[in-house]
């Protein structure tokens, strides 16, 4: 399996709604990340885990909460989001956060905020 | 302050000829450079990579070439396919940390 796998393909909540993003990946690999990317932008990094343990936070609002239950799930609780949260949310992982190899990514979560 | 640059939004190519992708970098410390390609409605997709401490990496039809001096890396593509079309991004990160992208140059490739 050389796949990383992104439940649900799209998502539509309010702004009172909590939902959460899966993800998963049975590669072995022992760091995830969590990317979004917005129309004619690049990915920005939003979170990353290494080893189970969350390692970076770039800054992300609370109302985006990461989630690890085990080294091939990934989560991300969503809570009293914003219109400008919508956004392509992708995940992606890699060997170990500690070598430069290139990841794999999801197809992503297609997020609407309304 | 970006420290992957692609600063051609769009590159046009008819089939058959080279395609050539630009990025630039600013942080030297980068060991690992990659191009991921990503279609509309779907995650990047990894395409081809180089180390650091290389100046040429080539993958069938995909060739990245690394000018460290420069801080310059390119991406040739050879002989260019329609099915090529699609969204390319120079990313590089260095041991630790995690992928920086630039903003991605969208590559058509006309019949």
């Known amino acids: 399996d050389t796949e990383v796998t992104q439940t649900p393909k799209h998502l539509v909540m309010g702004m009172t709604n909590k939902k959460s993003l899966k993800c998963e990946q049975h590669?072995?690999?022992?760091?995830m990340y969590w990317y979004k990317q917005k129309a004619k932008k690049p990915p920005e990094l939003m979170f990353v885990?290494?080893?189970?343990?969350?390692?970076i936070n770039e800054s992300v609002p609370s109302r985006f909460s990461p989630e690890c239950p085990n080294s091939s799930l990934l989560n991300l609780h969503l809570h009293a989001l914003q219109p400008e949260d919508s956004a392509l949310y992708l995940c992606?992982?890699?060997?170990?956060?500690?070598?430069?190899?290139?990841?794999?990514f999801g197809s992503g979560t297609r997020l609407t905020v309304v | 302050d970006q420290q992957v640059k692609q600063n051609s939004p769009s590159l046009s190519v008819q089939e058959g000829r080279i395609s050539i992708l630009n990025c630039d970098y600013t942080?030297?410390?980068?060991?690992?450079f990659l191009w991921y390609k990503k279609y509309p409605a779907e995650g990047p997709t990894f395409l081809i990579s180089?180390?650091?401490?290389?100046d040429k990496n080539e993958d069938g039809r995909f060739t990245v070439f690394l000018n460290k001096s420069a801080k310059h890396l390119s991406l040739h593509i050879v002989p260019s396919q329609p099915g090529d079309s699609a969204v390319y991004f120079c990313?590089?990160?260095?041991?630790?940390?995690?992928?920086?992208f630039g903003k991605g140059t969208t590559l058509s490739v006309s019949s």
């Open positions: 590669m072995g690999h022992r760091a």
């Open positions: 180089i180390s650091s401490i290389k």
């Open positions: 990313a590089a990160n260095q041991a630790g940390t995690a992928l920086i």
């Open positions: 885990y290494s080893y189970e343990k969350l390692s």
């Open positions: 942080n030297s410390m980068f060991d690992y």
């Open positions: 992606a992982s890699s060997q170990d956060r500690s070598q430069g190899y290139g990841y794999t």
